[in-house]
Each structure stands twice: as C-alpha cells, then as structure tokens.
C-alpha cells in the first residue's frame, strides 16, 4: 500500500475517533494541533488503525511515534 | 524551612554538582550551572520589574525556562500561579483576574496572555550563574493553584513556604533516600502539585529530572524513558499505568528503584500486575489533596504479601510525619475506628486557605481540640474510617467532586457553563469508566436530542482538555428524586452508565 493510501486510511480513522469529517491530516500533524488527542484517544486510535491494517503495534514503537508521518511509516513498515 | 529543605539544598546541589545533569527535556540535557544560568538571568529580569502582589503568573511549557522561572520566582521571594498553554485563554485570564497577577513569565516565542506585564523569558539573554536569595516571611505564598470550583469558576489554593517546607521535611522523614545518582520522572502537569514533588525531589539532591513533552503521549513517552534512561524514581497516577497495561508484557524496568502512586484511588489487581514490570522497586501510595499540600497520608504497597484494600482500592495507610488526621460524624464529632465519616487533616502543611474566597474558607476548614491543643482542620470531602489498625480506607467522594487521570474535577463547573450555553435547558455531567476501566465524562441533556457541536465548542472555550466531556447523551425530561432535585443515579441507570 502507498504511504498516500495509508494516509487516507489513518484520516479517515481519525475523522471517526474524533468525530471531526472536516479533519485534514498531514504527516506534520502531531498531538499539539488536535487538542483531544489524548492518552484515551490515543488508545482508541492504536486500536483502530491495529484493527484497521490488521497489525499489532509494540509499546516500543507507540514510544517512536511522534506524529502522523511517524505512525504512516510505521503501518508501512508493518504491512 | 522552605530555605532549609529546598531553596539551599538547591544551591548546594548547583554548587556541587554543576556539571550533572538537572535535567532531560524532550532528549535535551541541560546541568545545573546551565540551568542556573537560567535561574540567574529570570530573576534578575523578575528584579526589574514591579511585583505587585508577588503572585507571578507562568505560562507552563515544558522547558528549560518553565523550570527556572519557578525556581527565580521563588529565591525573590514572591509565588508562582501556574497557566496551563493548553488550558482556554479565557481560564487564564480569569485566574489572572481573580489573583490580581500584574506579572507573566512565558517561555513562547510570543505570549497570548494580555494585560499584564509579560517577560519572555526565552528571549532573554543569558547573564551570569549568580543566584541570590530575597528574603521573605515562612507565611509568604509559594504558590497558587486553581481547581474546579462548583460554582463555575475556578478556585485558588495558597500553599504558604511553610506548607512547602513542612511538606518536604515529612517526606524525607518517610524513608525515601536520593542521591545525585537518581534519574527522576516528572509526568505532572505543572497546575497539578505532585509536579511540585516531582521536581523538587531531585533539584535538591543533584539528580536528574526528567520531564513529558506536551506534543508525546504519556504513557508510551514513560514507557520509552524508563527503558531508554533507567529511570530510579517516579511518582505516576494509576490511570497512566492503567493505559500501559496491554504491554505490562514487554515492560521490564529493573532500574526503578522508588514508584509512588498517587493523585487518585490505587486498584490493587492493577499494581499487584505492575510490580512485575519493576521488579526492585518500592512502591508507596500516597493520598493528598491539594489543600494539605501534595501528599498527606501514605502506605508502602507490600510485595506478594496482602494489601489492604477496600472495594479493591489499596488503603490510604496513615498520615505522614506532622499530620494529623481524623474522621468526623455529621455534626463535626470524630468518629471511633470502623464508622465512616468525613477525612480531616491537620498540621503545617494545611494551606492558609483559598484566595479571596471567605466563604469556602469558612466552610472548608474548623478548629477543634485534638491532643489538647486547639488545631485547625481542613475537610477532605472524602468518606473514609479507620480500620482497627488505624489505617484509613477510602470510600468516596462526599459531593459531587470527581477525578480524571488526576485531576479534580467539580461536576458542577461544567454543569455551571452547560447550563449558561443552553439557557434554561437543563444538563448533568456523570462520570463514568470507559473500556480500559478509566474515568471519562459524559453530558447528560435534558430534552430532545440535538447536535452538539455548539455546546463542545462553547465549552472548549471554557474548560481545560480533561474537562470537556468524551460523549454527550439525551433525556426528555430528568427523573427526580424524592427531594425533587434532579435523580442522578436514577439517570445513570437509564443511560446504562
């Protein structure tokens, strides 16, 4: 799968989780510029994309991901 | 004993470990001589200016500048009032208002507060190490912090040098030993006072502090630190660990030499899990409110052996060294061993009271004759009774105050701004637990159901993140009680939560 592709995936997860379809995601967006992106979001949204791509994500890599760009190469690299 | 438990145990720590590291924000490390370089070069600006008060705001980012912004507003004598950058300006503004701070310190490259006096401390030039000390009476203020307050505006707690001190010398009198060695964590916003803990622990024995960007995820930023930097000691909130326990299988964190929960209600099945993730440490759960300055009563977690507990909580255990505590009936009397009734504190570590709030003063603190001494206690709001060994069980709140990842929250303050969005519709705020057992917020409306985009957005202006409901939900008309006040439980029950 592109990492294009894989970003319109994630967005529209993030869309659903947020409740927010006017949501654009870059590989630049980070926790700073979605203010509920929290701990609890955050869990929803691992499980989701885990579910999503069917992969499972390590706690070590959760560690690694520091915005939206990081979690895409990450779901690239485990596909 | 604010100068003789933190402010020269500082300078002994810059003085004879300058070359250490104080701290590691966001993988930077910066060593005592630099960070009081910062120190120096803060309060000088600090020096120049007109205090008023000496209630300084600060805008708490997580940076070098944030840190030493507290500590130079601290050795000029005057208190920090700490505003959170995620929290709605207009909460800032207000606490501005209410704490009549004409001074803000703020690390952005360009600040958002306005109407005071503004130093942009990460614009400033650094001048020199030299760290002086203004001297200034035990009863001066340390800090103020603000809470939920019930009646829909946020209330300020004065914690007095004294409080800070007394505080600290109890907690070394607990047995905890640290060293220049130490790696700490701090994972506590700074408006929230086990930050105070967190930092001050380490700052005064030349460890290393280190710190949770804002832009990281907590629970996995820990999690990478613990592994990365063999961290030896860590205060964390239940709620953050409860976060890493899908992945207690890859966590091994031998290094951990001291953990203390803290900040709300320790599960035992949690933490009997969580020991095994860090094998050598001693683990403590420490019980405080704000009010009585960080921590007041403790108990060490006993490895592979019973805990007690009570409704699968850990025991609060007793107050610490220079507290006292009792539990009172209705009508203020204490209460013998196994009858429940309201936790009170007592001793040097009880705030003088709440800003500019004669009426929460008055309803919140008594004085009684304990021990033969007429002493001054501050009313937890939390049910609680002695067990026969004098340890305390915790049972729950008294009113309609609720915690999240920590933090207090008064129902009532959102209900408060709900209701002024909506006016005239009723609404309730519950808590309730989500999928992994925490505490989230849900707003319950009364009337047919609607969009709520309006109402999320309105209260974003508001409240602070933690604070803004996770779900919304609807009912035609609110059941009520015999008492004909709106039937919380009852709707609890409709709505399944």
Redesign the interface.
Known sequence: MEKNEILKKVETIFRSVFDNNSLVLTTET???DI??????N??ILISEVESAFSIRF???D??M??NVGDMIDLIASKL | MFEEYILNPFLNAVKQFGNRNAFCIDGKFHTYNEFAGYVSTIQHALSLKKAGNGNIGIVVNDDIETYASIWAVWLQGYAYVPLHP?QPIERSQEIIQQAEITIVIDSSSQSKITGTDIILSSELEIISDLITVVETSPDSLAYILFTSGSTGKPKGVMISRKNVGAFMRSFWQTGFKVSEEDRCLQSFDLTFDVSVQSFIVPLTRGACTYTIP????????V??LL?DHKLTFGAMAPS?IR??RP?FN??EAPSLRYNILTAEASPLDLVDEWANCIPNADIYDFYGPTEATIYCTYQKYNRGKDNKQLNGMLSIGKAMPGVEAIIIDDDGKPLPANQKGELCVSGDQLTPGYWNNPEKNKSSFFETIHNGKTERFYKTGDSCYFDDDGDIMLSGRLDHQVKI?GFRIELGEIEYHAREYFKGRNAVAMATG?N?G?T?LILVIEGKESNTDGILSYL?TKLP??M?P?GFRFIEQFPLNASSKVDRIKIKSLLNL
């Open positions: 980070s926790a700073l203010p509920e992106w929290n701990s609890l955050h869990m390590k706690l070590r959760l560690n991901m520091r | 995620i804002h832009d990281q995820i907590k629970y996995s930023y999690y990478g592994e953050m976060y890493l992945y890859e966590i990842q989500n992994v925490n989230i974003k993140p933690y803004i996770s």
